[in-house]
């Protein structure tokens, strides 16, 4: 019996391959995604992504000039943009933890740079500090933080890969958050905060390993079954744009890889299948594939990378050609305090939403919009004249015949008629 025990053991040990002993295949398309990710940094209209930089510094291959190159555009331009945020008082705090964890990613003294706001000349660390406080704030006044509990806990995860401990209340707010079960998107645990919530945390149990914090091991807990219990059937933990975070966090908290085998499957498919299209759903895909957390770039060193990761000489761009069906779309927009609007347009098939409304918009029928520009591409911002404002926790829900888009404006493509409902919400 002990023996059967024993053989059906080691079987089942080679049956279930590990999913860190990657195919050739496996790894020919890790190396494409990191190579489009790579190319992301060539398209123009855009500006330096903290977050693309991130996820190139963490990856095991890299092109060491081109990434040389966009940490400086990120010192110009991210740094000033962040600058002008600070002395406008714009919620910054995302921005500024993304742009410090790139730079810790690049081994760059973070003590070396400063923001100058209104005369004054502080050094990068203590403004992020002074963000989290002005957050922890907001919550202790209106239960939220100004940002997001996405936000708050990139701040948390920043400072603490830089080794600065966080002030006790700014850990306890996040702690009590998970406790009370704030961290939701509507109705539904957001799966994307708690991953990102759980690596803050794990990280700042890791700092000091001699203090035992009960209740941030019960936090830590909590978010480890939460990610665990939204694995669906095919495997994506939330949807398909969390799953990389939602990987990330369970490797940081000590998962087994082969606990995250059927998602790290799906996150395969969806990089076969191009649904990481945008470079920003690459840049939190990436690290996961590779079985990497953002909690590593505490311990980056720099050296001796692995500097092969060359891209090909492009062909002739592209030429999209557009199809000759028309599709007709209605698109629906309910304002705060007035009843639906509906409007009718033609489109030609396959081209993205922003598109569809700008052409429904040169129809001159009453439809307008404004769209703000975000890291994950155009936010859709004022429809019909009305601005739905972070500020109030509201904005414009899109969705599709009843199911919320899971894309933005320009990734989503419309392939069949259908009713685009643009219904300003809260959140
Ligand atoms: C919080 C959040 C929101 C909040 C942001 C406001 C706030 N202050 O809290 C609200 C509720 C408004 C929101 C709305 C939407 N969101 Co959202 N959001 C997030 C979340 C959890 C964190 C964003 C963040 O703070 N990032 C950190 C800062 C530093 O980056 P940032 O770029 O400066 O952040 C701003 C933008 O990202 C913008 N924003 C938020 N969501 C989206 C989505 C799109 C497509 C765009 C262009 C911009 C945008 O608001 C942020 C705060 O100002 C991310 C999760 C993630 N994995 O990134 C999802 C996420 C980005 N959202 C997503 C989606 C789909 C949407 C919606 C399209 C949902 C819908 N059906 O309407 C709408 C946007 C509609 C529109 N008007 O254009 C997806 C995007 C996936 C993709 N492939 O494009 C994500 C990844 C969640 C997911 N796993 O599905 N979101």
Request: contains cysteine; aromatic residues 4%; hydrophobic residues 35%.
């Amino acid at each position: 019996m002990l023996l059967l025990c024993i053989v059906c053991g080691l079987l089942a040990l080679i049956g279930s391959k590990p999913c860190d002993s990657l195919g050739t295949d496996d790894s020919e398309l890790l190396l494409s995604l990191n190579k489009q990710l790579l190319r992301s940094l060539e398209d123009q209209g855009t500006s330096p992504n903290p977050s693309v930089h991130l996820a190139l510094r963490l990856s095991t291959h890299h092109n060491l000039e081109k990434e040389n190159d966009h940490l400086n555009a990120l010192k110009t331009h991210l740094h000033k943009d962040i600058e002008s945020s600070l002395a406008n008082r714009d919620p910054v705090v995302g921005r500024l933890a993304l742009y410090t964890l790139a730079l810790k990613a690049s081994c760059f003294d973070l003590h070396s740079l400063t923001f100058t706001v209104n005369q004054m000349s502080e050094k990068l660390l203590t403004h992020l500090k002074r963000e989290m406080e002005k957050e922890k704030e907001h919550i202790v006044f209106s239960d939220r933080p100004k940002t997001n509990y996405y936000q708050y806990s990139l701040g948390m995860l920043a400072l603490c890969v830089s080794g600065v401990r966080d002030n006790s209340h700014v850990t306890n707010k996040l702690i009590k958050a998970v406790e009370r079960g704030h961290i939701k998107q509507g109705d539904s645990d957001c799966i994307d905060t708690l991953a990102m919530a759980g690596m803050a945390l794990q990280c700042l149990k890791e700092f000091d390993t001699e203090v035992q914090d009960a209740a941030l091991d019960k936090a830590l807990g909590v978010i480890k079954q939460k990610l665990l219990d939204s694995q669906r059937a095919d495997g994506h933990m939330g949807n398909e744009f969390s799953t990389g975070l939602a990987v990330q966090a369970l490797l940081a908290m000590g998962s087994q890889v082969q606990m995250c085998d059927t998602s790290m499957k799906a996150m395969r498919s969806d990089v076969r299948k191009g649904t990481y299209g945008n470079p920003m759903a690459m840049s939190q895909a990436l690290p996961a594939l590779q079985h990497k957390s953002y909690l590593q770039i505490k311990g980056k060193q720099c050296r001796d990378e692995d500097g092969n990761l060359v891209l090909e000489a492009t062909t002739e761009p592209v030429t999209v050609l557009l199809s000759h069906t028309s599709v007709p779309l209605k698109v629906e927009v309910v304002k705060y305090h007035s009843g639906p609007d509906l409007y009718h347009v033609d489109i030609p098939k396959g081209i993205s939403l922003v598109d569809a409304l700008d052409l429904l918009q040169k129809k001159n029928v009453g439809f307008m919009f404004e769209k703000e520009n975000s890291l994950w591409g155009p936010f859709l911002s004022t429809v019909n004249g009305e601005r739905a404002r972070q500020t109030d926790r509201r904005y414009w829900r899109i969705s599709s015949d009843g199911n919320a888009l899971s894309q933005g404006i320009k990734d989503f493509k419309i392939d069949m008629a259908q009713k685009i409902t643009i219904e300003n919400t809260s959140y």
